[in-house]
Structure formats: C-alpha cells, structure tokens
C-alpha cells in the first residue's frame, strides 16, 4: 500500500450523528414520562429502548418523532442536505415533511400505520405521491417491488390489508415505510401484537432491511430477545429515567444497574 495515497473518503459521514438529543424531559406526573434524556444516533445505527410497561419509552419516541412537544429539551436532526433541524422550533409542516420523506414510523398496531380501505398497492404508493411522484407506472411499479422484498405475494396488490394476516399487515406497513427511502425509522414494539412464529419471521426481515438500506433506527420493545436480536445499543428505562445504556451484548451479558439486571434474569426464568 501506499502512505502518500489519501483513503477514499466514506460516502456517509459516519462519525457526524443523525440526532443529536439533549435533556429531553416530558411528565405527565411524577415519573411518569420521560425525562433528562441524551444520546446520539449515528447513521446506520439501532438503538433499542427497553423496560418495563409504563417505564416512558413510547412517551420518548413521540418526542424524538415530533409527535409530541417536551416540556424541556431538545432534538436535533441532520437533514439530507446536512443542515441540522432543531425539531422543536421547526413548524407543524416541516416536522410532517419531515416524518413523510426522511422518517418513517412504524405502529405497534399496523391498523394505525395502514390505511385500511385502500390497496396494498395503495399503502405503498401514497408516501411516494406525498412525495411529488404522480407517474402511475412508477407507483405501481414500486408497490409489486416492495411486496415482493417484504415477502408478500405480488399478486396480492390490489387488495385491502383487510384482508392480510397481522404478519402480513405488519409487513405491508414496513413496505410502506421504507418505499420512500427513509434514512431514520422509529418503531414501537413492530412484533408486539404478533404469534412467536410470525414474529420470528418479521425479525428476520427486518434485520436484513435494517442492514441493506443502512437504515438509522430507534426501537422500542420490552422483549429483550427483539432487542438483542435488532440493536446495536441499548438504553433502558425505568420510571421515566435511562438508568442504563450501552452496547447490546454489554448490557444483556453484563448488567450494571440492579433493574436491568432484573430485567435481564426474569427473562431467562420460565
Ligand atoms: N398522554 C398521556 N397522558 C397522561 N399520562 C400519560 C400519557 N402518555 C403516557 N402517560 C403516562 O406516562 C407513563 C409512561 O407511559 P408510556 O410512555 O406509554 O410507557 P411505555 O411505553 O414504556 O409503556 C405512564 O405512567 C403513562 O400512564
Ligand atoms: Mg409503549
């Protein structure tokens, strides 16, 4: 090798985050919510939330999707171009364009992320027609791509998710998701609602999306056989709080604070 010969420059700046979150703090009571929360989210990267019901974990995807509005706080995205977005001062249209072309999020319930009255073909079509894409070839040509690499039957477009299992359901709304090229996906609890075999499926799937597409991504699951199987790096949380975070096999194999530790045994007792 030559010294003098510069390395090719990474085409993503890996070193630069995607989200930068300082001190993000929302209560509906005394430890309930979330609060005084930081990290930072890299490209690429899978931050799993952990922890019990209640312990704030949707409350925290909410602000960091710009569902909701801290009560202190804040969050800052680097857009495509590389200027980064102060998600809270931004306006109610920039966080909607926003969660339309460079996010994406995918429901617990898939009936909240479908549209339910309209084709697959449809679910999957409408975020690149919100997206200025109008050619009709090109919609429906997406739409047989995406069932396809989500494992759907092709020939299954023109129906209603209706009348799709909630494996299948599940699939379509991560179809529909990903068709517009998102660089940041949140996802609360994506398996939540699914039999272990169909789960194990949809694990599988998404593993091989997250990695192909380099997707960033914020999970939240209580199920730490998701988390292990999904994310690089855990924070875990408890009343409101992130009593513990690090990387995945760090965390689950050797737990330093005394929930996650508890958390961690009473998944391996029947
Ligand atoms: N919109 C809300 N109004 C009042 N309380 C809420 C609201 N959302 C969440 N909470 C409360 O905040 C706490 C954390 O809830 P949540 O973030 O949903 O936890 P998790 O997703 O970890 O189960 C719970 O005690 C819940 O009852
Ligand atoms: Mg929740």
Request: hydrophobic residues 40%; glycine residues 10%; aromatic residues 4%.
């Amino acid at each position: 090798m030559n010294a003098a010969q510069p390395l090719s420059q990474p085409l993503v700046d890996l070193d630069t985050p995607l989200l930068k979150v300082n001190g993000l703090t929302r209560l509906y009571g005394p430890d309930k919510g979330c609060q005084a929360v930081d990290f930072e989210l890299h490209p690429g990267e899978v931050l799993g939330i952990v922890g019990e019901s209640g312990s704030g974990k949707s409350t925290l995807l909410g602000l960091l999707s710009g569902r909701c509005v801290p009560d202190r706080g804040a969050v800052a995205y680097r857009a495509r171009g590389g200027a980064w977005v102060d998600l809270y001062a931004a306006s109610e249209a920039e966080r909607r364009t926003l969660l339309r072309t460079e996010w994406g999020f995918v429901e617990q319930n898939p009936r909240d992320g479908l549209r339910m009255g309209v084709s697959a073909g449809a679910n999957i079509g409408e975020r690149l027609m919100a997206q200025g894409d109008r050619h009709y070839g090109r919609l429906r040509q997406a739409g047989l791509d995406w069932l396809r690499q989500v494992e759907i039957d092709p020939a299954r477009i023109d129906d209603r998710p209706t009348t799709f299992s909630g494996g299948m359901q599940q699939r379509l709304q991560i179809a529909r998701n990903l068709v517009s090229g998102p660089r940041l996906v949140f996802m609360d609890e994506p398996t939540g609602g699914l039999d272990v075999s169909v789960q194990a499926r949809l694990l599988d799937l998404l593993r091989g999306l997250v990695r192909e597409l380099n997707l960033a991504v914020v999970i939240v699951t209580h199920d730490l056989a998701v988390a292990r199987l999904l994310a690089d790096r855990l924070m875990v949380m408890r009343r409101s709080r992130v009593v513990e975070t690090g990387l995945t096999d760090q965390v689950l194999d050797d737990p330093q604070h005394a929930y996650t530790q508890l958390l961690v045994s009473s998944v391996l007792q029947p």
